[in-house]
């Protein structure tokens, strides 16, 4: 056997529930450098769950995070737990594409995403964690006339309400990408809808920040706790059983965005919702190619390059329920198409890795932040392929709605009722229909 | 410049000169070379730069999973970044670069990073650049990105092709090594239709660079005959230059062919890459396994290399790494790799065996046992190493080998995770079932011996065995070493990202604990070689850091793809032009020769304007407009879905489906029908007409005609499968033009075969079988979308050129006109007619004014949700009209609309203009909006506000109907 | 992945459009009081991880709506009949 000589002990979980964390700034980052950066301490704790929590949140992904972090930092609620029956972010927050923008047109859809976006322009001031927030840009091609009018209908929605948006004619989009295909094209690109303030940001950070300012506040974040039940008496939530016991609490919130139905079927809820798998990509690092996030019009596709240099891309969900993180080649063969359609010299571009990740598809293609029949439960779902850039919003919403009992207005309209009362959200106008949002 | 080209040996062409050029400068080489190998036979073994600290590399493998050796390859349109130089076949001409280097791969002052390097470690850049907060978009990213990134993709179109293709076999073997080889041959000898693919070049997987002995020959004579039996054999296929790179549902594998990556240009019609799907009924996976590399200083430093990649440089390509070469290994491989560097001719100075306890044939070559190498001295080249005991040791490279890793990526793409061997030092894959088998080293077969049988059986899978031929095996032993800490230089795990051994504790450190967050947080695992090399050394250091054991550290997860893909393999054929298929409607030609621009409409072009003189769209909609309104104009409406609806049950089938009922209507009538959707909301709209009892044609809007069709089919498939019905999709077997104007019946008489038309013989919606032209069958509808006295006419499509030319030249004494969906769309916005932008899908029959069509009396889809409070509420937007107040405005579709006085806010927001137009009938721009409480509103002032594009005016409040309020056009 | 079509055979998956959950029925009253029954038809879904009946068109074929059930996590088709025959084997239950 070789003989290694081993650089110190074993590195312990941190259980400890003193506050320790140390700010993050270049001057304690040159310090930690002296000190061969042997004394950072950890971001969070790994903390055993307690018996009791005045509230408990299942899914320690982006919304789930974001919703501790509210409660302890706007309403003051620190004894809460966060149950993750994975690694911390390992939901959605974790394999999507980072796209953040507030290009919405209804009512009770704009001032929500809006709100998103102004949390994120302050976010990492806000948590002391570099997310990488960058506003680069969110261009949406159109080809037709008819889609020419509807950005102009959409984005009019967003100016009246002091959001930015800028309709851009062909010129104006062969000046910012020029080697996109206005040639040869079928579709041939008529312009676009441009929001400058969108863009994109670093997806795992986002969960760290909020981990690590949740956890600071004293908010027990538990990794790899499964919930396996929901106790309800007398028409209240009292509790969930765990793979590490059963924890009692006095409200309990699901954020568990694609596995929602079997969660909320714990509860005995059916919800209008489908889990469908959407895929994602990677191509290998580049130097700077595309400076903004673009959609395509005329097929499925949309590209941005993160700061590592990889387009990171996608397109459509594959279109059959699923619950497994992966997709098949008919959906990868379509999105790469597109992608070629709108730039013909990223044909010896090189994909690397694709994945997948499961989305709640909701019946109108919005989401649902409310209540539910049950006393104490509350419920996030539904976000379809946009969840990520609700992130700050939805967090800053469910903790007002679990905090208040009651819905704050920006998430008024996100109600699980409403296909009951017929107050869809339907910005594609597609109906009941999940997988076609 | 170490590395040279040895006097013998090696399956290159010596007889070939190929010329190439690296940095602009020329080289030559031989054919069988890779650009890696035919470099270093030049003596470059510096051939790129590392991504963070733009450190100097060399090659550190032979193969796949090289994460050093990138360049940019060809020029131009075809140029590609980031190609491995060691998969790069020479051809004559080839031109590559180096990259992420500046301003030359010799001396790049992105180098100075590594300066700062104590400060950028894992995760700096979460704790920094936060501040100023405006910085982050215009200073720090930037430079970030300008920094990162590896090559330069081009910004010209691809002039290549690119193909697809399926095949469908018995069994598909992925790789050619021994245990594939034999596995082919079993299933091959019982007649199975057989798919051996390898990402090779040439077909023999590790026969190719090993010294193998099998069945008394060389281990390459014996692969060349099994590979002669299985080219004989019909029912084999064998496709050499293929990786499959994905395992998908359903048994289904991916795979790319390099059809012409070793060419400078592809033939003619030739493809440079074709994209494979193949479903095969059985996989057996001997892609083998791949070296790993030890972490130690300067482990990244040109020269230190892998060690079976040495010996592939010398026994393959007849190079050498260098002068003197030192070995530095946990297991046996170090041997074996002295050997065949002496054989060859090599200098090998020394082995250094991390075991006290190894013993194998050393060849003569002084052993150190229980020793490791801690660092490496030199640059941009080894210039000696250092040991754990402070000797120090000259040598111009050093082969390394730290273990073997099965090739286990393929078996774990759909979710399964491999296991830990605790003494084989390696995953294991998973069991799959028998579907997807792995064999071979890629099943922890380390014995030559092992692999041949374990192929021959998997291939076999309980069929006819074949006969295992005897060899000589390599031994295998090995003992665990994953980083030498006594290290003083950078350790690498990572070699491409610059993730270092330190950085793995650090995540763990923090709290990236699990293997996910300490990839994410670390970038291990995420360079172009996905992790390929370093993974395994990564998560044993992470185990050991926290206390845990392999398996419960475990993999991150393998996914698609095993190497990387071009986007214009899986896009092949399907772009520019041909991204989809054209539909042209059976008057095209006819359109053609009167001059129509067509727009592309979905699918299809549709004839948009018709131009004369120079004129733009909107004077030539005008013109036509005015032409159709006061005369007689021809339209082609044939994108419209047709649908034949026939059966006993035919009229109830419809009343399910319309909101209105169908059953009731007279043979020889058309009616306007409305479809919703099961949520109430409008779906689709047309008209529909009884031509028979039993006999309906639907009429749908173009954009909806395949979405009703499915619907249809649902329906009746799955809601009411005892209704007596049959309906088929008839859009592209009727040509179907419109005739409209108040020539419209004069014109048509002249073609119309024995009849005479009149309101009483063609009423207003009437739907009549008759024929034109002396025989030619048609269907003529009294049908207006203009709002005038007009006709559809619809015949077989072959005849529909020649008639839409007759009906021409009957109205050419009244003047007729061709007009496009332009014209017509000014005329329904006139008429107050919806369309696309009022049915968009959140619209119901009462917002559309339609209210009364839905029926009470019957059951039908969307009835029931219909009824809603949302759905229903009397300040929900509905269709109505505007106008300009001041008739020199111009108001603009998805401007919103405010009351007079309001400001600008969504809480004031009222609705939107969902469609305009310019009407040269009332000389004026005029619209239909949604509008809430809208039919309550007619006659007031709005503000019609489009900040988008800088616009406000004032908008009056109308009936949606513009233009002939009374309908006495259509009845004229 | 491949979908064993009643009237075509093994065909691959781009040829099929889905749409979700199988076992929701039609409520046969349009009674004011059935409103819920509509809701749940219309807007509620079973959607279980694990074993499922969803309705899926071989649109790209011979055109049948098709009940297919298949494992939502592994993806494991387990066998497809034709809407209809399912429907009226649900009646028949019913």
């Given at each position: 056997?070789c003989?290694?000589?081993?650089?110190?002990?074993?590195?312990p979980?941190?259980?400890?529930?003193?506050?320790?964390?140390?700010?993050?700034?270049v001057?304690?980052?040159?310090?930690?450098s002296f000190?061969?950066?042997?004394?950072?301490?950890?971001a969070w704790?790994?903390?055993?769950?307690?018996?009791?929590?005045?509230?408990?949140?299942v899914?320690?992904?982006?919304?789930?995070?974001?919703?501790?972090y509210?409660?302890a930092?706007?309403?003051?609620l620190?004894?809460?737990a966060?149950?993750?029956?994975?690694?911390l972010?390992?939901?959605?927050?974790g394999r999507?594409?980072?796209i953040i923008?507030s290009?919405?047109?209804?009512?009770?859809?704009?001032?929500f995403?809006?709100?998103?976006?102004?949390?994120?322009?302050?976010?990492?001031?806000?948590?002391?964690?570099?997310?990488?927030?960058?506003?680069?840009?969110v261009?949406?091609?159109?080809h037709?006339?008819?889609q020419?009018?509807?950005?102009?209908r959409?984005?009019?929605?967003?100016?009246?309400?002091?959001?930015?948006?800028?309709?851009?004619?062909?010129?104006?989009?062969?000046?910012m990408?020029?080697?996109?295909?206005?040639?040869?094209?079928?579709f041939?690109?008529?312009?676009?809808?441009?929001?400058?303030?969108?863009?994109t940001?670093?997806h795992?950070?986002?969960?760290w920040?909020?981990?690590?300012?949740?956890?600071?506040?004293?908010?027990?974040?538990?990794?790899r706790?499964?919930?396996?039940?929901?106790h309800i008496e007398?028409?209240?939530?009292?509790?969930?059983?765990?793979?590490?016991?059963?924890?009692r609490c006095?409200?309990?919130?699901?954020?568990?965005?694609g596995?929602?139905?079997?969660?909320?079927?714990?509860?005995?809820?059916?919800?209008?919702?489908?889990?469908?798998?959407?895929?994602?990509?990677?191509?290998?690092?580049?130097?700077?190619?595309?400076?903004?996030?673009v959609?395509?019009?005329?097929g499925?596709?949309?590209?941005?390059?993160?700061?590592k240099?990889?387009l990171v891309?996608?397109?459509?969900?594959?279109?059959?329920n699923?619950?497994?993180?992966?997709?098949?080649l008919?959906?990868?063969?379509?999105?790469?198409?597109?992608g070629?359609?709108?730039?013909?010299?990223?044909?010896?571009?090189?994909v690397?890795?694709?994945?997948?990740?499961?989305?709640d598809?909701?019946?109108?293609g919005s989401?649902?932040i409310d209540?539910?029949?049950?006393?104490?439960?509350?419920?996030?779902?539904g976000?379809?392929?946009?969840?990520?850039?609700?992130?700050?919003?939805?967090?800053?919403?469910?903790?007002?709605t679990?905090a208040?009992?009651?819905?704050?207005?920006l998430n008024?309209?996100?109600?699980l009722?409403?296909?009951?009362?017929g107050?869809?959200?339907?910005?594609?106008?597609?109906?009941?229909?999940p997988?076609?949002? | 410049?170490?590395?040279?080209?040895?006097?013998?040996?090696?399956?290159?062409?010596?007889t070939?000169?190929?010329?190439?050029?690296?940095?602009?400068k020329?080289?030559t080489?031989?054919?069988?070379?890779?650009?890696?190998?035919?470099?270093?036979?030049?003596?470059?073994?510096?051939?790129?730069?590392?991504?963070?600290?733009?450190?100097?590399r060399?090659?550190?493998?032979?193969?796949?999973?090289?994460?050093?050796?990138?360049?940019?390859?060809?020029?131009?349109g075809?140029?590609?970044?980031?190609?491995?130089?060691t998969?790069?076949?020479?051809?004559?001409?080839?031109?590559?670069?180096?990259?992420?280097r500046?301003?030359?791969?010799n001396?790049?002052v992105?180098?100075?990073?590594?300066?700062?390097?104590?400060?950028?470690?894992?995760?700096?850049?979460?704790?920094?650049?936060?501040w100023?907060?405006?910085?982050w978009e215009?200073?720090?990213?930037?430079l970030?990105?300008?920094?990162?990134?590896?090559?330069?993709?081009?910004?010209?179109?691809?002039?290549?092709k690119?193909?697809?293709?399926?095949?469908?076999?018995?069994l598909?073997?992925?790789?050619?090594?021994?245990?594939?080889?034999?596995?082919?041959l079993?299933?091959?000898?019982?007649g199975?239709?057989?798919?051996?693919?390898?990402?090779?070049?040439r077909?023999?997987?590790?026969?190719?660079h090993?010294?193998?002995?099998?069945?008394?020959?060389?281990?390459?004579?014996?692969a060349?005959?099994?590979?002669?039996?299985?080219a004989s054999?019909?029912?084999?296929?064998?496709?050499?230059?293929?990786?499959v790179?994905?395992?998908?549902d359903g048994?289904?594998?991916?795979?790319?062919?390099?059809v012409?990556?070793?060419?400078?240009v592809?033939?003619?019609y030739?493809?440079?890459q074709r994209?494979w799907?193949?479903?095969?009924?059985?996989?057996?996976?001997?892609?083998?396994?791949?070296?790993?590399?030890v972490a130690?200083?300067?482990?990244d430093?040109?020269?230190?290399?892998?060690?079976?990649?040495?010996?592939?440089?010398?026994?393959r390509y007849g190079?050498?790494?260098?002068?003197s070469?030192?070995v530095?290994?946990?297991?046996?491989?170090?041997?074996?790799?002295?050997?065949?560097?002496?054989?060859?001719g090599?200098?090998?100075?020394v082995?250094?065996?991390?075991?006290?306890?190894?013993?194998?044939?050393?060849?003569?070559?002084?052993v150190?046992?229980?020793?490791?190498?801690?660092?490496?001295s030199?640059?941009k080249?080894v210039?000696?190493?250092?040991?754990?005991?402070?000797?120090?040791i000259?040598?111009?490279?050093l082969?390394?080998?730290g273990?073997?890793?099965?090739?286990?990526?393929?078996?774990?793409?759909?979710?399964?995770k491999p296991?830990?061997?605790?003494?084989?030092?390696?995953f294991l894959?998973?069991?799959?079932?028998?579907?997807?088998?792995?064999?071979?080293?890629?099943?922890?077969?380390?014995?030559?011996s092992?692999?041949?049988?374990?192929?021959?059986a998997?291939?076999?899978?309980g069929?006819?065995?074949?006969?295992?031929?005897?060899?000589?095996?390599?031994?295998?032993?090995?003992?665990?070493?994953?980083w030498?800490?006594?290290?003083?230089?950078k350790?690498?795990?990572?070699?491409q990202?610059?993730?270092?051994?330190?950085?793995?504790?650090l995540?763990?450190?923090?709290?990236?604990?699990?293997?996910?967050?300490?990839?994410?947080?670390?970038?291990?695992?995420?360079?172009?070689?996905?992790?390929?090399?370093?993974?395994?050394?990564?998560?044993?250091?992470?185990?050991?850091?926290?206390g845990?054991?392999?398996d419960?550290?475990?993999?991150?997860?393998?996914?698609?793809?095993?190497?990387?893909?071009?986007?214009?393999?899986?896009?092949?054929?399907?772009?520019?032009?041909h991204?989809?298929?054209?539909?042209?409607?059976?008057?095209?030609?006819?359109?053609?020769?009167?001059?129509?621009?067509?727009?592309e409409?979905?699918?299809?072009?549709?004839?948009?304007?018709?131009?004369?003189?120079?004129?733009?769209?909107?004077?030539?909609?005008?013109?036509?407009?005015?032409?159709?309104?006061?005369?007689?104009g021809?339209?082609?409406?044939?994108t419209?879905g047709?649908?034949?609806?026939?059966?006993?049950?035919?009229?109830?089938?419809?009343?399910?489906?319309y909101?209105?009922?169908?059953?009731?209507?007279?043979?020889?009538?058309?009616?306007?029908?409305?479809?919703?959707?099961?949520?109430?909301?409008?779906?689709?709209?047309?008209?529909?007409?009884r031509?028979?009892?039993?006999?309906?044609?639907?009429?749908t809007?173009?954009?909806n005609?395949?979405?009703v069709?499915?619907?249809?089919?649902?329906?009746?498939?799955?809601?009411?499968?005892?209704?007596?019905?049959?309906?088929v999709?008839?859009?592209?077997q009727?040509?179907?033009?419109?005739?409209?104007?108040?020539?419209?019946r004069?014109?048509?008489?002249?073609?119309?075969?024995?009849?005479?038309?009149n309101?009483q013989t063609?009423?207003?919606?009437?739907a009549?079988?008759?024929t034109?032209?002396?025989?030619?069958?048609?269907?003529l509808?009294?049908?207006?979308?203009?709002?005038?006295?007009?006709?559809?006419l619809?015949?077989?499509a072959?005849y529909?050129?020649?008639?839409?030319?007759a009906?021409?030249?009957?109205?050419?004494e009244?003047?007729?006109?061709?007009?496009?969906?332009?014209?017509?769309?000014?005329?329904?916005?006139?008429?107050?007619?919806?369309a696309?932008?009022?049915?968009?899908?959140?619209?119901?029959?009462?917002?559309?004014?339609?209210?009364k069509?839905v029926?009470?009396k019957?059951d039908f889809?969307?009835r029931?949700?219909?009824q809603?409070?949302?759905?229903m509420?009397p300040?929900?937007?509905?269709?109505?009209g505007?106008?300009?107040?001041d008739?020199?405005?111009?108001?603009?579709?998805?401007?919103h609309?405010?009351?007079r006085?309001?400001?600008?806010s969504?809480?004031?927001?009222?609705?939107?203009?969902?469609?305009?137009?310019?009407?040269p009938?009332?000389?004026?721009?005029?619209?239909?909006?949604?509008?809430?409480?809208?039919?309550?509103r007619?006659?007031?002032?709005?503000?019609?506000?489009?900040?988008l594009r800088?616009?406000?005016?004032?908008?009056?409040?109308?009936?949606?109907?513009?233009?002939?309020?009374?309908?006495?056009?259509?009845?004229? | 992945?491949l979908?064993p079509?009643?009237?075509?055979?093994t065909?691959?998956?781009?040829?099929?459009t889905?749409?979700?959950?199988a076992?929701?029925?039609?409520?046969?009253?349009?009674?004011?009081?059935?409103?819920?029954?509509?809701?749940?038809?219309?807007?509620?879904r079973?959607?279980?991880?694990?074993?499922?009946d969803?309705?899926?068109?071989?649109?790209?074929?011979?055109?049948s709506w098709?009940?297919?059930?298949?494992?939502?996590?592994?993806?494991e088709?387990?066998?497809?009949?034709?809407?209809r025959d399912?429907?009226?084997?649900?009646?028949?239950?019913?």
């Open positions: 056997m003989k290694t000589k081993t650089l110190g002990a074993v590195i979980p941190y259980h400890s529930v003193q506050d320790l964390r140390m700010r993050y700034n001057f304690s980052l040159i310090k930690n000190s061969g950066h042997k004394n950072w301490q950890p704790r790994e903390p055993q769950p307690k018996s009791e929590y005045d509230i408990v949140i899914g320690g992904g982006g919304h789930g995070l974001a919703t501790a509210y409660l930092k706007e309403h003051g620190t004894n809460v966060v149950l993750e029956k994975g690694w972010g390992s939901g959605n927050i999507n594409t980072t923008r290009n919405y047109m209804l009512p009770g859809n704009n001032p995403y809006e709100w998103s976006m102004k949390l994120w322009e302050n976010l990492e001031q806000d948590f002391n964690f570099n997310a990488m927030v960058s506003q680069r840009g261009l949406n091609l159109c037709t006339d008819a020419r009018d509807a950005f102009a959409r984005g009019n929605a967003m100016r009246i309400d002091g959001v930015d948006a800028e309709l851009l004619d062909r010129e104006q989009v062969r000046e990408y020029p080697f996109f295909d206005f040639e040869n094209a079928r041939p690109i008529k312009g676009g809808l441009l929001q400058r303030r969108g863009g940001v670093r795992d950070a986002v969960a920040g909020y981990a690590r300012g949740a956890d600071s506040r004293g908010v027990d974040i538990i990794q706790c499964e919930v396996t039940g929901i007398n028409g209240k939530v009292v509790g969930v059983d765990t793979n590490k016991g059963f924890i006095k409200k309990l919130g699901l954020a568990t965005a596995n929602s139905s079997e969660t909320a079927a714990m509860a005995g809820l059916k919800l209008p919702v489908e889990s469908h798998v959407l895929q994602a990509f990677v191509s290998e690092g580049l130097k700077p190619y595309i400076d903004g996030v959609t395509f019009g005329a499925h596709f949309y590209v941005s390059q993160s700061d240099g990889g891309f996608g397109g459509d969900i594959d279109g059959y699923s619950y497994a993180r992966r997709g098949n008919p959906m990868v063969e379509h999105v790469v198409e597109a070629v359609a709108m730039i013909p010299s990223i044909a010896r571009v090189r690397l890795r694709s994945w997948g990740g499961i989305m598809m909701s019946m109108d989401p649902i209540k539910t029949p049950i006393q104490n439960l509350y419920l996030n779902t976000w379809c392929y946009g969840g990520f850039k609700a992130t700050p919003a939805s967090g800053w919403c469910f903790a007002h679990i208040r009992d009651e819905p704050h207005k008024a309209a996100y109600r009722d409403r296909f009951r009362t107050h869809m959200l339907d910005e594609k106008g597609q109906g009941a229909t997988n076609l949002h | 410049m170490s590395s040279y080209r040895l006097d013998k040996g090696g399956l290159i062409d010596r070939t000169e190929l010329s190439f050029s690296f940095d602009g020329p080289f080489g031989h054919a069988g070379d890779t650009l890696a190998s035919a470099l270093m036979a030049n003596g470059m073994t510096l051939m790129g730069r590392s991504f963070k600290y733009h450190r100097p060399g090659v550190i493998t032979a193969g796949a999973a090289e994460p050093n050796a990138l360049v940019e390859l060809r020029e131009g075809r140029k590609e970044a980031n190609t491995r130089a998969m790069i076949e020479l051809y004559d001409g080839l031109t590559a670069r180096s990259q992420n500046w301003p030359s791969l001396f790049d992105g180098a100075v990073t590594s300066l700062a390097s104590s400060i950028f470690v894992a995760g700096f850049y979460y704790k920094t650049f936060m100023p907060k405006s910085f215009k200073i720090y990213e930037p970030i990105r300008r920094a990162a990134g590896l090559g330069t993709a081009s910004r010209l179109p691809d002039p290549d690119y193909e697809k293709a399926y095949a469908h076999c018995d598909l073997v992925i790789g050619s090594g021994p245990a594939g080889l034999m596995a082919a079993a299933a091959a000898r019982s199975q239709r057989v798919v051996l693919a390898d990402e090779g070049a077909l023999g997987g590790s026969l190719l090993e010294r193998e002995e099998i069945d008394g020959k060389s281990g390459l004579d014996w060349a005959g099994v590979l002669a039996e299985l054999l019909p029912t084999v296929t064998l496709m050499p230059r293929t990786t790179m994905g395992w998908f048994n289904i594998f991916g795979a790319v062919e390099r012409n990556d070793h060419v400078a592809p033939d003619p030739e493809p440079r994209y799907r193949i479903i095969a009924k059985r996989a057996v996976l001997a892609a083998g396994a791949e070296e790993r590399p130690f200083g300067g482990n430093v040109p020269g230190v290399m892998l060690a079976s990649a040495m010996r592939s440089y010398a026994n190079v050498a790494a260098g002068r070469v030192a530095f290994a946990n297991n046996d491989s170090a041997y074996r790799t002295a050997r065949d560097l002496k054989a060859q090599v200098h090998v100075e082995i250094v065996d991390s075991r006290m306890d190894a013993s194998a044939d050393s060849a003569g070559v002084p150190i046992r229980g020793q490791q190498v801690t660092d490496v030199g640059r080249g210039t000696g190493i250092e040991l754990s005991n402070g000797t120090h000259d040598c111009e490279a082969a390394m080998s273990g073997w890793s099965p090739i286990v990526n393929l078996a774990c793409h759909r979710g399964q296991h830990w061997d605790k003494s084989l030092l390696a894959p998973p069991d799959n079932g028998p579907g997807f088998t792995v064999a071979g080293s890629a099943a922890g077969k380390m014995l030559l092992e692999c041949l049988a374990d192929g021959a998997k291939g076999a899978a069929g006819k065995p074949v006969a295992v031929p005897n060899c000589r095996d390599e031994g295998f032993a090995i003992a665990p070493l994953w030498v800490k006594e290290s003083h230089g350790a690498f795990i990572d070699y990202n610059d993730a270092t051994a330190k950085d793995l504790p995540a763990a450190r923090e709290g990236y604990r699990d293997v996910e967050l300490a990839k994410r947080y670390t970038t291990t695992g995420m360079a172009t070689d996905q992790g390929k090399l370093g993974n395994i050394n990564a998560i044993a250091i992470l185990a050991e850091a926290t845990r054991s392999m419960e550290v475990g993999t991150t997860t393998f996914r698609p793809f095993y190497t990387p893909v071009s986007f214009g393999a899986f896009a092949g054929p399907f772009t520019g032009h991204f989809q298929p054209v539909r042209k409607t059976p008057l095209h030609e006819w359109a053609e020769e009167q001059g129509a621009v067509f727009v409409t979905g699918l299809w072009m549709r004839s948009s304007w018709f131009p004369q003189d120079g004129e733009d769209w909107l004077a030539s909609a005008s013109r036509e407009v005015l032409a159709t309104r006061n005369g007689v021809i339209c082609d409406v044939s419209l047709k649908i034949d609806v026939q059966g006993k049950d035919a009229g109830a089938f419809l009343d399910k489906l909101c209105n009922t169908f059953s009731t209507l007279a043979v020889g009538k058309a009616r306007y029908g409305l479809m919703l959707r099961e949520d109430g909301i409008v779906y689709d709209d047309g008209t529909t007409s031509l028979a009892d039993d006999h309906y044609v639907m009429t809007t173009t954009a005609a395949a979405k069709m499915a619907q249809m089919e649902f329906a009746h498939q799955a809601l009411f499968p005892e209704l007596d019905v049959t309906y999709s008839v859009t592209e009727w040509a179907q033009m419109a005739v409209a104007g108040p020539k419209s004069a014109t048509l008489q002249k073609i119309v075969d024995g009849l005479e038309l309101d063609a009423p207003y919606m009437a009549l079988e008759i034109v032209m002396g025989g030619v069958p048609a269907r509808f009294r049908l207006s979308f203009s709002g005038e006295h007009a006709y559809e619809a015949v077989p072959d529909g050129n020649m008639v839409a030319r009906v021409c030249q009957a109205g050419e009244f003047g007729i006109v061709p007009y496009g969906v332009e014209a017509l769309s000014i005329m329904r916005i006139e008429k107050g007619h919806v696309g932008g009022e049915l968009n899908g959140t619209t119901t029959a009462g917002d559309l004014g339609l209210g069509m029926s009470a019957k889809i969307g029931m949700m219909a809603r409070e949302g759905l509420d300040n929900r937007q509905c269709v109505v505007i106008r300009p107040v008739p020199t405005d111009r108001i603009r579709s998805g401007a609309l405010l009351k006085d309001d400001t600008p969504m809480a004031n927001d009222q609705g939107y203009v969902t469609s305009v137009a310019w009407s009938m009332l000389d004026m721009w005029i619209g239909l909006a949604l509008l809430a409480n809208g039919r309550a007619h006659g007031e002032v709005v503000q019609v506000w489009d900040g800088g616009a406000r005016v004032m908008g009056e409040i109308c009936d949606p109907m513009h233009f002939d309020k009374e309908n006495k056009r259509l009845h004229a | 992945m979908i079509c009643p009237h075509c055979g065909r691959p998956v781009e040829e099929f889905f749409l979700g959950d076992s929701v029925t039609r409520p046969t009253t349009n009674d004011p009081s059935s409103m819920e029954q509509w809701y749940d038809y219309v807007y509620l079973n959607n279980p991880r694990g074993r499922f969803e309705y899926a068109h071989h649109s790209g074929g011979c055109r098709l009940v297919v059930t298949r494992n939502t996590e592994t993806h088709v387990y066998g497809a009949v034709t809407a399912y429907t009226r084997a649900k009646g028949a239950r019913a």
